[in-house]
């Protein structure tokens, strides 16, 4: 690439200078609209952030449920405004604490959450009343949601006083994540009855996020973040169908997940693409009647892969420059990285700073004055277009293999996220892509930096009160409850409502995993 040439991270060519002539066909009543009005284009709501600013949910867990339930009252106490919880390797793959395959990592990347009685700790003391809670768990999605549903009924707030998410997308992790237990077809039933008991018992959470991030992590360019991602919801709105569910009672409570990268323009540009797809989609393809059917209300968090080890004190940059392309986007909610994530789990005072990021955009910046600020700028509309018209290519392309599952099962997703990967991984070699700090202005010297400390013995705690609950509960009960729920599995009636009775009688998120994994099996790739 010469100096004079430019691209997006997607590829996309950009002009020296852009002018009317770049939109030329632009009508701006398709392709804008009004704030909060179809096709969305410019917000989801009509005020945006001049109404209220988006929701400062930073995601926190590690080892036990009481140091994760600290840390959340640390960041209510700065000001946070929504919780968002991360849970271990092994809560994540349907292992309680105590199983073999558990050992070495347990809490480490998250908090561990076994039973009822961990759940009663990670809550202890938040007013479930108030607050919305995040929950980024796939497989075991549905467990964690009933054990929330019970802490609530514990405090006296019924289900539908709860309000929260739960990330629950399962093809992405077949696509770029790898935290899957059963096969696509019995862990998309889940899914679809997870939409039908939330409809019941739970009408204002939202059940499904369905996530772009971590196809990004993996690799993707920014129009495939949005295309694949895109092509999974289709899959999830259509299953949900087959199952006789009623679309416009749960399309309103599906939400997404997108990341936030480097390249300012090209973010924002997605984001408003995005919405403006899935408008289109919602409307023309599935014909959605209600309006909040058509709106793509997302969560976003900054680039975990963009952080570098070396002089990470310039991730503050990153992410503030990222944060700033998720609002200017219209993005509904927000995590802000740690600038040390590089190098371990973040410590409070990186905690605390990327909240106070959040903060000053907010606060202090302008952007939350008036309602998507970047509207009608030459290039950035120029650039929607382009990104919208390279995801709806890659949309029918996956239509045409059948759909999202079936793509999956080809390796479709996969084989063109690592073909991209690997093209960006080559330019940073070739230096073509600079990156501060790794190929540019690198240093010799490495600054000491604090990194949070992993606590063995909060392992070993979490193990030994799983070990003491399921010599105390009673296990006839608990027996009796798995055997209900193994016999739902066996037929084709909602999973959640058996698999709460077992919970409620102190089964375990592994003893229901377990369960399941006899009945649906395990998935193995190709």
């Known amino acids: 690439m010469t100096s004079s040439e430019r691209s997006t991270d997607s ?21 804008l609209g009004a704030p909060g009005a179809y096709p969305y284009t410019r917000g989801v709501q009509s005020s945006m952030y001049r109404g209220r600013l988006w929701t400062m949910r930073q995601y926190a867990g590690f080892g036990t449920a009481e140091a994760t339930n600290e840390r959340f009252k640390f960041l209510l106490g700065a000001g946070q405004t929504g919780l968002s919880c991360a849970f271990d390797l092994p809560t ?13 990592e347990v809490g480490k990347v998250g908090v561990a959450i076994s039973s009822l009685e961990d759940m009663r700790l990670l809550l202890a003391g938040l007013p479930l009343n108030e607050v919305t809670t995040s929950m980024t768990i796939n497989s075991t999605a549905s467990t964690l949601l009933l054990l ?20 629950n997308d399962i093809l992405k992790e077949y696509v770029a994540r790898g935290t899957y237990i059963y096969p696509p077809r019995p862990s998309m ?6 939409f039908a008991y939330c409809a019941n018992e739970m009408p204002n959470w939202n059940t499904i996020s369905i996530s772009g991030y971590h196809i990004r992590e993996a690799g993707s360019t920014a129009v495939q973040e949005i295309a694949f991602t895109l092509a999974n919801g289709i899959a999830y709105v259509e299953a949900a169908l087959g199952a006789g569910l009623e679309l416009d009672e749960f399309a309103p409570r599906l939400s997404f997940f997108f990341n936030a990268h480097n390249n300012l323009f090209e973010e924002v540009a997605k984001y408003r693409a995005a919405r403006r797809l899935w408008a289109s989609i919602m409307r023309d393809r599935f014909g959605a009647k209600d309006p909040k059917s058509m709106m793509l209300r997302f969560h976003t968090q900054t680039g975990g892969s963009t952080l570098t080890a070396q002089q990470p004190q310039s991730n503050i940059v990153r992410v503030a420059i990222q944060a700033l392309a998720a609002t200017l986007g219209g993005t509904q909610s927000l995590h802000t990285n740690g600038f040390d994530e590089a190098l371990g789990l973040p410590t409070e005072h990186a905690a605390k700073l990327a909240l106070r990021t959040q903060q000053v955009l907010g606060y202090e910046s302008g952007i939350a004055d008036t309602v998507d600020p970047l509207a009608g700028s030459y290039f950035v509309e120029s650039l929607t277009d382009e990104v919208e018209r390279r995801a709806r290519e890659y ?4 239509d045409a293999m059948g759909g999202a599952v079936a793509a999956i099962e080809s390796r479709y997703m996969q084989d063109e996220i690592e073909t991209a990967a690997y093209e960006f991984a080559r330019s940073v070699d070739r230096g073509e892509k600079v990156v501060v700090g790794v190929n540019r202005f690198a240093e010799t010297s490495v600054a000491k930096a604090d990194v949070f400390p992993i606590d063995v013995q909060q392992q070993r705690d979490q193990v030994d009160r799983v070990k003491r609950l399921k010599s105390n509960r009673e296990n006839r009960a608990v027996e009796s409850a798995l055997e209900d729920l193994a016999v739902a599995a ?9 698999m709460k009775v077992a919970l409620s009688r102190l089964a375990t998120l592994g003893e229901v995993a377990d369960v399941l994994r006899a009945e649906f099996g395990v998935y193995q790739p190709s």
């Open 189 to 194: 039933r889940l899914i679809v009855d997870t």
């Open 395 to 398: 949309i029918a392309t996956i």
């Open 490 to 498: 066996r037929g084709s009636a909602n999973l959640l409502y058996p």
């Open 92 to 104: 994540q793959m349907g292992y309680d604490a105590d199983h073999a395959r558990a050992e070495g």
């Open 148 to 167: 929330y549903q019970l802490v609530g009924e514990e405090q006296g707030v019924d289900g539908g006083q709860l309000r929260g998410t739960i990330q």
């Open 11 to 31: 590829g996309i060519e950009i002009d020296e200078v852009y002018d009317a002539s770049d939109l030329e066909e632009f009508d701006p009543a398709t392709k």
